[in-house]
Structure formats: C-alpha cells, structure tokens
DNA sequence: TCAATATTTCGATAAATCTAGAAATATAGG
DNA sequence: CCTATATTTCTAGATTTATCGAAATATTGA
C-alpha cells in the first residue's frame, strides 16, 4: 500500500462516525451486516450512514454485497492489516527493539 | 486510548503531507528534527507546514521543544503503538487465529 | 542596538466534509 | 399491480480544512 493510499484510509478512520461503523463491522464477523443494522446500531439517520459506507468502500476498508433487498458491508480485514502492517513498517523505525513494539 | 481521541489522531495521519512529516520525523528517530529541517526536506511552506505541526503535537502525535532559537519536532512512538495497538484490539477481532494477523 | 534567522500568527480564499430531510430507486411479497 | 422495505441520490446549508503570502514575534550574535 503507498503513502496515498495509507493517507486516504486513515483518513476514513479517522471519522468518528465511521470509526464507530468500522469497529462495529469488525464485531459482526466476516458476515458483516446490513447497513439497516448499522443504521439501527448506530442511531446514524440513513442517508448519512450511506455516505459514510460510500467513502468507506471507495478506499477498500469494507465491501458490500447485494443480497436481495438488503446490502451487506463486509469489513475489509485485509486492508486493515495492510494499514497496520505500514505504520509499524514505516513509522516505527528508530524505536529500539524489546522497548514497546513487540509482537503482541 | 478511547474512541475519540484514536478517530482525531488517525484524522490526523490521514493527510497526505502530515503522513509525510511524521514519516519524515520517524526516521529522523528520536532526537527529532527542526521545523527548518522538516520544511527544506519535504518543500512545504512555512506557515501550511507550522499549521499542520500544531494540529499534530495538539493530538500528541509529536512535541514540540523550543531549543534556542530552533524548534524542535519529536515523533511521540508510544502514541503511534497505542494506536496501532487499539486497531489490532478493537478492530481485528473476528479474524481468526493464523489467518493473517499474526505476530510480525 | 541592529540585522539575520526561525517560526508563528493573521487574514483571506478555495475546497472538502458532514449532516440530514425529501425524493427516487429497486425489489420482494401479497 | 400495489405496498412495504431497504438503500441511495439529490440538494443544500453549516462547518472544517488546506493553503500560503505577508506581517509579527522571538532570539541570537555582531
């Protein structure tokens, strides 16, 4: 992942809002949930939500899939860890070893 | 680190040229570089990159010490790992064991 | 004190973002 | 076909952000 991308994903994280819809997606499991959930979760009027799922999905941190009448966001696991991956990888350089980056 | 204060920190990361600056800051490593040595390494202007520096000490990203005459910027590590260490919490639970979230 | 250096504050503009109601779209079921 | 459900698109206002030149504010050294 490069320095744009990294930059656009934090930045959709970095929303209140669709911080709160992300670690919600992350409880629901690889299933997801519906965006009425989220939106009955959330307490999110419904036409906010979907904006925030839209940019969400523009960077890859969730999917969504159509399954008749309702869509179900899926988080992009992937994507985040890539994102996780980045920040170690690229902004913890300097840190000496055993200090406080260890593996979990 | 609670939910707000992870949201206006990855807020932060998420622009473009304050990626950059933090990057920048990292592999300068801990003692840090000036506001000088930023601007000529990254060819930001003065008063765009000293609004961005503000917005990232105010969210603890980075301090600031006044050394003489110079001012100097210093990447705070254990801010960034206590991010990356609520992602890994609050956002990658579901992914199963071995899948990809392995200790690096 | 004066000039040079380092950085911030001010001020102003342009662009992006957030928010949410109302209307539109799509689809399933009766 | 009609209704209910699920979600998006449209629209518009309020707020925040990004940008950067110019002026202001230290602070050092001559």
Redesign the interface.
């Known amino acids: 992942m490069d320095?744009?991308k990294?930059?656009?994903?934090?930045?959709?994280?970095?929303?209140?809002h669709r911080?709160?819809v992300?670690?919600f997606l992350?409880?629901?499991?690889?299933d997801g949930a519906s965006v009425g959930e989220i939106q009955k979760a959330l307490g999110i009027p419904a036409s906010t939500l979907s904006h925030h799922l839209a940019r969400m999905a523009k960077v890859g941190l969730i999917r969504q899939e159509k399954h008749t009448r309702t869509i179900v966001c899926i988080?992009e696991?992937?994507h985040?860890?890539n994102?996780?991956?980045f920040?170690?990888e690229?902004?913890?350089?300097?840190?000496q070893a055993g200090?406080?980056?260890e593996?979990?």
């Open positions: 320095h744009e990294v930059a656009a994903s934090l930045a959709e994280l970095g929303n209140s911080l709160s992300f670690r992350v409880k629901a499991g690889h988080p696991y992937e985040l860890e994102l996780i991956g920040l170690r690229e902004c913890c350089v300097g840190v200090h406080a980056l593996p979990l």
